[in-house]
């Protein structure tokens, strides 16, 4: 959790560095919620892959299924933009729209992922993506507001 000391509001950044790590250790998910809505409340996850190997990830953003964890509030209509520097790779308004949907659905099942709602809009894409500096930024694709939770997995 991250919260402002003097109880006050404003942007934060929270960095994970993986210091120290042997070749056969790697980080296999991440996750971050917070409130999301349109323009200048985007939620923006940024993650870098090194290596010489592609990695094949599980990218979700998540505010109707959050509802069966008690979580209120949440985002209607959540979507993914993701970037590599400032170009688009790749986006989602409602993962069941997806060509990609039987697949993103066994890529959850294999990482472990809490399986969305049927016919949720909630987000997610399923790429594979070469070493380089990403971001992922979750953002209300209605204009409304929300907790939303955006996810990163990597797919076995």
Known sequence: HVTAASGGAGVALLEI??????TTTR???LSARGRVGAGGEVLIVGFVIEGTTPLRLLLRGVGPSLAAFGVGGTLVDPQLTLFNASSVIASNDSWQQSPDA???AAAGSA???FPLAGQSRDAALLVT???GSYT???RGGDGGSGIGLAEIYVVP
Not at 17 to 22: L, N, Q, R, V
């Open 111 to 113: 990482t472990g992922a």
């Open 102 to 104: 039987a697949a993103i």
């Open 136 to 138: 992922l930024h979750l």
């Open 129 to 131: 993506l070469p070493a």
């Open 17 to 22: 560095y993986a210091a120290d790590i042997d």
């Open 27 to 29: 980080l296999g998910g």
